[in-house]
């Protein structure tokens, strides 16, 4: 079956720090790929996407590219912010099944230190 | 416009009871998710509805679990007779559609309702 696995937090920086989060997937065909943002009292978001290999998504300073070679979606982001600080989630959803149901990775803290 | 919107959004309960958890999605989203937020599982799928058609049910934990989605709109969540292990975050999303493709339909969450059971 398909799945999600992601670093375990918590991850502490301190303000204008670079941010990776490391994701890597298993799935039988060819998923898109999300990452999530909760932040503090609120809601899942979506932050970014890419449905193909090689497609790069991007929002708010966050970046992520679709790597089929290594199965990964890694998160990054050059220079954080304390209003960073949330958990995110890596998940993808298998475009070959109906519903486009997603598989989430466990989530990963980020506490972001002024 | 109004976002997906949950309630409860606490509800605490003795073992053994019944709990009703209900989801109002945007207007017009015809896909409707359930999702369990965990400390022990993370965050995994529970059960989806897309319009009339008969409901994806692959995900709920056992048959004390159920749902319904009345008109294509409001879905509630049911858990009977429950456990501790039942005390988690329950999610709720929607979306334009579900159908399958590589277009993906984004899903809007909810808030939650935080489900304790002693």
């Known amino acids: 079956g398909n799945s999600v696995t992601q670093m375990e937090g918590p991850v502490t920086l301190s303000e204008e720090a670079f941010l990776t989060i490391n994701c890597t997937y298993t799935a039988t065909g060819y998923p898109s790929l999300f990452w999530y943002v909760q932040y503090p009292g609120e809601g899942l978001q979506l932050l970014l996407k890419a449905t193909k290999a090689d497609d790069k998504g991007s929002n708010k300073g966050f970046e992520a590219t679709y790597r089929k070679e290594t199965t990964s979606f890694h998160l990054e982001k050059g220079s954080v912010q304390v209003s960073d600080s949330a958990v995110y989630f890596c998940?993808?959803?298998?475009?070959?099944?109906?519903?486009?149901?997603?598989?989430f990775g466990g989530g990963t803290r980020v506490l972001v230190k002024p | 416009g109004a976002g997906v919107s949950q309630s409860p959004s606490n509800k605490v309960t003795e073992k053994g009871k019944d709990v009703e958890l209900r989801c109002d999605p945007i207007?017009?989203?015809?896909?409707l998710y359930w999702y369990r937020q965990s400390l022990g599982q993370g965050l995994e799928f529970l059960i989806y509805f897309q319009g009339n058609s008969a409901p994806d049910k692959s995900g709920l934990p056992s048959d004390r679990f159920s749902a319904e989605r009345t008109g294509g709109s409001v879905s509630t969540l049911t858990i009977q007779r429950t456990q501790q292990e039942d005390s988690a975050v329950y999610l709720c999303a929607s979306s334009p559609s579900g159908t399958s493709g590589r277009t993906y339909n984004e899903q809007f969450f909810g808030p939650g309702t935080r489900l304790t059971v002693l």
């Open positions: 207007s017009g989203h015809t896909a």
């Open positions: 998940a993808l959803s298998d475009p070959q099944a109906a519903g486009n149901k997603l598989t």
